[in-house]
């Protein structure tokens, strides 16, 4: 089920999104009127497709709040709800889907939320199928850490920390990675790698850092494209 959380230390208006969230879809929704609460819960692995939050609320604000969601995860929803005008690009700078100004009819807001779910569902819908010696597996790309080639085989390690053989490919490696790289998340810097940038945590010249722990090597002809196109993942509009 999609997952939403709303953040607004306003009891008022935190209960007008409430209302207009409810009554556009039955989402799982979780309502916040402290942000420490919000960030308890986010450090103890929760996690949401959508965040609504409020900018100017007491520490931590929206921005930082945004700015720990980005940390662990690069592909859900933020929309900023503010009644102040004068950190737009703030907002831009954590991939802010939209930055609402209040009082926010319901009209807006269901706009936004049509965009929100079109994009999340996107994302979930698609699917990486490995035919392995147990069967075949639907590893979902939104969970795709990274592949590489080994031994003529297709491996793909999992955002939950499982690790996946193919058997031995009768197509080049690029070929079976092909639907990996027709989503802008992916990239290959390396031509035994594929990597989701989702989840890089660091990159230097020669390598990127991934969030599970491991590293992937960028190959020395593909440096400049590489880090090109992971510059320019973070400001990518998510409405794409």
């Given at each position: 089920?999609?997952?939403?959380?709303?953040?607004?230390?306003?009891?008022?208006?935190?209960?007008?999104?409430?209302?207009?969230?409810?009554?556009?879809?039955?989402?799982?929704?979780?309502?916040?009127?402290?942000?420490?609460?919000?960030?308890?819960?986010?450090?103890?692995?929760?996690?949401?497709?959508?965040?609504?939050?409020?900018?100017?609320?007491?520490?931590?604000?929206?921005?930082?709040?945004?700015?720990?969601?980005?940390?662990?995860?690069?592909?859900?929803?933020?929309?900023?709800?503010?009644?102040?005008?004068?950190?737009?690009?703030?907002?831009?700078?954590?991939?802010?889907?939209?930055?609402?100004?209040?009082?926010?009819?319901?009209?807006?807001?269901?706009?936004?939320?049509?965009?929100?779910?079109?994009?999340?569902?996107?994302?979930?819908?698609?699917?990486?199928?490995?035919k392995t010696k147990a069967g075949?597996?639907?590893?979902?790309?939104?969970?795709?850490?990274?592949?590489?080639?080994?031994?003529?085989?297709?491996?793909?390690?999992?955002?939950?920390?499982?690790?996946?053989?193919?058997?031995?490919?009768?197509?080049?490696?690029?070929?079976?990675?092909?639907?990996?790289?027709?989503?802008?998340?992916?990239?290959?810097?390396?031509?035994?790698?594929?990597?989701?940038?989702?989840?890089?945590?660091?990159?230097?010249?020669?390598?990127?850092?991934?969030?599970?722990?491991?590293?992937?090597?960028?190959?020395?002809?593909?440096?400049?494209?590489?880090?090109?196109?992971?510059?320019?993942?973070?400001?990518?509009?998510?409405?794409?």
């Open positions: 089920m999609f997952k939403v959380a709303i953040c607004d230390d306003d009891a008022e208006e935190l209960a007008k999104i409430e209302g207009y969230v409810r009554s556009y879809a039955d989402f799982e929704l979780c309502v916040y009127s402290d942000s420490r609460k919000l960030i308890q819960d986010i450090k103890d692995g929760e996690a949401f497709d959508l965040y609504l939050l409020d900018i100017i609320m007491p520490k931590p604000d929206g921005l930082e709040l945004a700015h720990l969601i980005r940390k662990t995860d690069k592909t859900a929803v933020i929309i900023f709800l503010t009644s102040h005008e004068g950190r737009a690009l703030d907002a831009y700078r954590v991939r802010a889907a939209q930055y609402l100004t209040k009082p926010i009819s319901q009209e807006t807001l269901r706009g936004e939320l049509d965009i929100a779910l079109s994009a999340a569902r996107a994302k979930k819908g698609k699917i990486l199928m490995l075949m597996k639907s590893i979902p790309f939104h969970k795709v850490v990274y592949c590489e080639l080994e031994r003529r085989c297709l491996i793909c390690i999992s955002a939950d920390g499982k690790k996946y053989a193919s058997v031995m490919l009768r197509i080049p490696f690029v070929d079976a990675v092909a639907p990996l790289l027709e989503d802008r998340r992916f990239i290959r810097p390396h031509k035994s790698f594929v990597v989701n940038m989702d989840f890089v945590s660091d990159m230097s010249t020669s390598k990127f850092l991934m969030k599970t722990g491991e590293a992937v090597p960028i190959a020395q002809s593909a440096q400049a494209e590489t880090r090109d196109k992971y510059m320019g993942h973070f400001f990518w509009d998510e409405r794409e």
